[in-house]
């Protein structure tokens, strides 16, 4: 008996889907608080091709789906030898400074919270990687991405 429900079972999905960062975020208006939140999302789908979102809305699901949506416009496709990286590469994006090298196999994804979810979305198997300058989880995401797209 279906009681007004639908369906959602889609099967195997596309992308990976990993939540780096849920913000809420307030704002002042004459009849009170408006609250929002803002998410920000890394896809892949281990084979090469990753993208990075920033969704806002009132409530997380929506701003969820809205970073995801903007994620699989705008997504990279990074070239993978042997499971890891060509090259060593060194990115300075603002604040962030990013240092990606490739590994040897069976040396497994070294790097730290930010880092690890972008080259484990793209289906790098085996890196070393240091993040130094920021702490700021979002801007070594993007640091790590431009450095992806370098490469390529």
Do not use: C, W
């Not at 099967?11 to 408006?34: A, C, L, M, Y």
């Not at 920033?54 to 496709?77: E, F, M, P, Q």
């Not at 790098?124 to 993007?142: D, E």
């Amino acid at each position: 008996m279906n009681r007004g429900y639908r369906n959602y079972d889609q099967g195997p999905r596309e992308f990976d889907e990993k939540v780096i960062q849920v913000n809420r975020v307030s704002k002042k208006t004459k009849g009170g608080n408006k609250i929002g939140f803002s998410v920000l999302v890394v896809i892949g789908d281990k084979k090469g091709r990753v993208g990075v979102g920033l969704g806002k809305a009132r409530d997380v699901a929506s701003a969820i789906r809205k970073a995801v949506n903007y994620a699989k416009k705008h997504l990279i496709t990074v070239p993978i030898k042997n499971g890891t990286i060509e090259t060593d590469i060194f990115i300075k994006l603002g604040a962030a400074k990013v240092l990606l090298k490739p590994a040897p196999l069976g040396s497994g994804v070294i790097a730290g919270g930010a880092v690890r979810a972008v080259v484990e979305a793209a289906g790098i198997r085996n890196i070393s990687s240091k993040v130094l300058g920021t702490k700021n989880q979002a801007s070594n995401v993007y640091a790590t991405l431009e450095a992806l797209r370098k490469i390529s």
